[in-house]
Nanobody, 123 residues
Framework: VQLVESGGGSVQAGCSLRLSCVDS????????MSWFRQAPGKEREFVAA????????YYSDSAKGRFTISRDNAKNTVYLQMNCLKPEDTAVYYC?????????????????WGQGTQVTVSS
């Protein structure tokens, strides 16, 4: 199983980025997918999650209204569209897959993780 993130980079505040995470090896549509992030010296924090069937999406307070999570089960891919980026969004962003998780904001609910992609937002 491999989750590979891409789309990170260095941008100025107010700009947008779209992260992608491609799965190889999972029955992708059977997993809830999420994005977490981790800034230097901080714990990994929940950003957004999407249900297996793409019916429900959940966001952290910091992501709500600015970020949108989506998935394309035909392409085994989950996306995170990030708009109006702020310097405090600077972090390594990870995608994760959960087969049976119910508390999707908790990192220990997840079975698989990607290697992360760096997002740096300058003021």
């Amino acid at each position: 199983v491999q989750l590979v993130e891409s789309g990170g980079g260095s941008v100025q505040a107010g700009c947008s980025l779209r992260l992608s995470c491609v799965d190889s090896g999972l029955t992708f549509s059977s997993y809830a997918m999420s994005w977490f992030r981790q800034a230097p010296g901080k714990e990994r924090e929940f950003v957004a999650a999407i249900s297996m069937s793409d019916v429900s999406a959940y966001y952290s307070d910091s992501a709500k209204g600015r970020f949108t999570i989506s998935r394309d089960n035909a392409k085994n891919t989950v996306y995170l569209q990030m708009n109006c980026l702020k310097p405090e969004d600077t972090a390594v962003y990870y995608c994760a897959a959960a087969r049976w998780g119910s508390a999707l904001y908790l990192p220990n609910e997840y079975d698989y993780w990607g290697q992360g992609t760096q997002v740096t937002v300058s003021s």
